[in-house]
C-alpha cells in the first residue's frame, strides 16, 4: 500500500482531550497543518517548530477560503515523504467538506488517511446531559444542516418528513436559521411544546446551554445572545437535561489574571483562580516586614493574657504576632485567657483559629469600621485593649476605644515595603498584553503597582483592574486607576467572584 500523504483529521469538538491518538500522533509529526477556526489552540500547539502552518479559516476581515482554494493547497502541498495535515472540526466526514477534499485528492492520485473525529453533532448533547438515543425516548437520531434556509422553495431537506420524525433531530450551522427551522417543523405539525436545547462552543470551557420548546427557544436564544458554534437539539431527550448535566465549564479558562499581593499570601487567590480555569501571573509588589521598631510588639508578646479584648486587624499581624509570641519562653496553648478576640475579616479568624484561637469575633463589614462598631457596643471604660495592626494603619479602632476612654495597647505588628524585582516582568506583561486583569487586595498592593510602572495609568488601565473591597477602591479611584469591578463581599472570594463574573461573560 502506498504511503500515505495527505491526512484528513478531526480535531474533535473541542476539548483537546476529545482528539483520538491517531490524531494527535498526525499532528505532533505533521511538516504542514492546515486547519481551520473551530481547533482548539493546545491542539495547534502540539505541532514542530519547523511545521509549516496554513490558517483557511475566517479571518479578521472576512475572507473565507473557497473550498477550491484549500483543495488546491492540499494537492500542491502534498509529495512522497511529507505529511500534510489537514486539521477539522468535529469529524471530516461530518459536515466538514472532507468528502470533497478527499475526492480531489482522489482525482490527483494522492495516497490519504482519514482519521474519524469525535463530531460535535454528538458530543456537545453528550456534554450538556442529553444523550442522542434513550431506550424510553429516541430510538434513532438524525444530524441535519441548518444552514439550509428552509422557507426556500426547492430545499434539500425534506421537512415534512423531519416534522414527522420520531428519533431525536440534531442540527449543525442552525444558529441564523434557528426561528425558521422551528416555525417550519411546527407548521408541519411537529407539537410547539416539543423540547428543545442549544449547546453553544459545546465542550469548550465556555459552553453554554439553553433549552426552551419549538415555540420559545428563539427567543430564548436571542435574549440570552447565544452565537455560532452551536448545535440545536430536538426531541425528548433534551428533558433529561436537567439531571444529567454533569460539564462544569470554567469560565475564565484562557485568560490571564495578575496578581500583586505578597508571596506568603498569594496561594489561595491563585488556586481559587486556577480552579476557574485562569492562567495566574504572579508579581509580588510588596512585601511583609518587622516594623521599624518592635519594643511594643515585643512588650505585648511577653504578656498576652493580660488584655480584655484583642483586637487583629489582618492575618499578617496575625502572623507576625505569634511569631513574637512563639519567640517567647513559656508559650501559653491559650495567650489571650479570658479576653475576647476581634478579627477584622473571615481570612484574620481564620488564621487565628489556625493557630488555636478559638471563638473570634468578626464584624459584618470587614473592615476596621465593622471592628470599631464591635468595640462601641462591648467595650467598657475599665478595660484594656490590644490592638495589633499594620505600621501604617488608619486611626479608626483607636479613635473609638479612645472615645470610650479604655486603655489602648497600640501595636505596630509589620510593615509592608515596596517590593521591586518583579517590575520588569509587570511592565512587560502589561505593554505586551499578555493580562486580561489584575486584582488588588489592599489599597498598598494598588500604590506599590503604580509605583513599579512608574505612574504610567495608561498602561496599568489597559487591562482590567478589579479591587478586594471599598477602601482599596477608593485608594484606586484617588490614584486614578479606578477599578472595573469590587468584590461585594472584601473577602478573596469575592474577589474571586468579581473577577469571574466580568471576564467569563458570567455577567
Ligand atoms: N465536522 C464538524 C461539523 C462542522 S460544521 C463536526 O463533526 O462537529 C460546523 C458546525 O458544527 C457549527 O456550525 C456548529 O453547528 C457545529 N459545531 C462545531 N463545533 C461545535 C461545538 N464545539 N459546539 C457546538 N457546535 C459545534
Redesign the pocket.
Known sequence: MEEAQVFLV?AG??DPGLMTLRGKELVEQADVLVYDR?VAPEIIGWVRPECEMIYVGKTPDHHTFKQDEINAILVEKAEPGKKVVRL?????F???RGGEEAEELHAHNIPFEVVP?I???IA?PAYAGIPVTHRKMASSFQVITGHEDPTKLMSALNWEQLAEFKGTLVF???MKNLPFIAEVLMAYSKPADTPVAV??????QNQRVITGTLETIALNVMEAGFT????IVVGEVVTLHDQLKWFTPKPLAGKTVGITRARHQSSVLRDKLEALGATVEEFPVLVLRDPDDTTLLKQAAAQPGTFDWVVFTSANGVKMFFKELAAQENIDLNPFGKARVIAVGPATAKALEKRGVKSVLTPDSFQAEGVADILKRMLESDQRVLLVRAQEARTVVQDMVNTIGAELVDVPAYKTVLREDFKDALNEALREGKLDALTFASSSAARNTLTLVDGNKELLTSVKLFSIGPLTTQTMEELGIAPTATAVSSTIDGLVGAVANNLGGLE
Open positions: 478531526g469538538p473541542g473551530l477539522k472540526g468535529g469529524d471530516p461530518v459536515f466538514g473525529g463530531s460535535s453533532s456537545a449543525l450551522m442552525g449547546v453553544e462552543h459545546g465542550t469548550w455560532n458554534p452551536a448545535v
